[in-house]
């Protein structure tokens, strides 16, 4: 495989803020590989926008079209001034086959996605909008979070929560009051804070509890 600045110079783009690589439907015959800058992944369903991802360097996407021959599952927009590798699928199946790092890697990658997948399909079980935002924040904690001073730093924001998980930006908003009045959230300029990640659990156990006797 060659070296960085040659793979860069060979299959390096540039894509500006807002600029959409591909949308779900479309024929796929490249997968991209993220060298700086973010991509958002989305799915337009049942009318609204859902993030189901939020790439940053070194992840990579559109894989799927690929290996599966299928069109694009998801679209991909840049969410800030991007460079990644682009590369067609010779390209991609001759960098898998010829060095196990990488296919390693890509399977790493593909197995911290599918974690992420079944966590969306445990949060779909949950109803309750506040029971949801506490769930994915607790979640995301767990899996993405960055130490950051007095807790765990979650890089995201109250429009991308409402769209990770269908609700309402009002619906984030409240639920995210309601954690900073009980002080297990505080609110950063570069995302949510959570001083201690266990007493998130023990506020959901709260609402589970809750929840049941309701249904009582
Ligand atoms: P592809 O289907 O070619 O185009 C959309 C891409 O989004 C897909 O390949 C994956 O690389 C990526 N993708 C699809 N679903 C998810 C998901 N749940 N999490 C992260 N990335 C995804």
Do not use: E, L, N, Y
């Given at each position: 495989m060659q070296d960085q600045p040659a793979l860069l110079e060979r299959f390096g783009r540039h894509f500006p803020t807002d600029a959409l690589l591909f949308r779900e439907g479309d024929l796929g015959r490249e997968m991209y590989l993220i060298q700086s800058g973010r991509v958002q992944i989305s799915r337009f369903i049942q009318g609204r926008t859902s993030v189901l991802a939020d790439l940053g360097p070194g992840d990579f996407f559109g894989e799927m079209a690929l290996l599966n021959?299928?069109?694009?599952s998801a679209t991909a927009m840049a969410m800030e001034p991007t460079i990644a590798l682009v590369l067609d699928a010779d390209t991609f199946k001759a960098m898998i086959t010829s060095n196990a790092e990488i296919a390693l890697r890509l399977l790493e990658k593909l197995a911290h996605r599918l974690e992420m997948a079944n966590t969306q399909i445990e949060l779909l079980l949950v109803q309750d909008a506040n029971h949801r935002v506490v769930y994915t924040l607790r979640k995301m904690a767990e899996l993405t979070g960055k130490p950051q001073g007095a807790g765990i730093l979650i890089p995201t924001s109250v429009p991308e929560l409402a769209g990770r998980l269908g609700l309402d930006e009002d619906q984030v908003r409240t639920s995210i009051l309601r954690l900073q009045e009980a002080r297990l959230v505080r609110a950063t300029a570069n995302g949510f804070l959570i001083p201690e990640v266990g007493k998130l659990h023990e506020y959901l156990d709260f609402l589970d509890i809750r929840r049941r006797n309701e249904q009582e």
């Open positions: 021959h299928r069109p694009r």
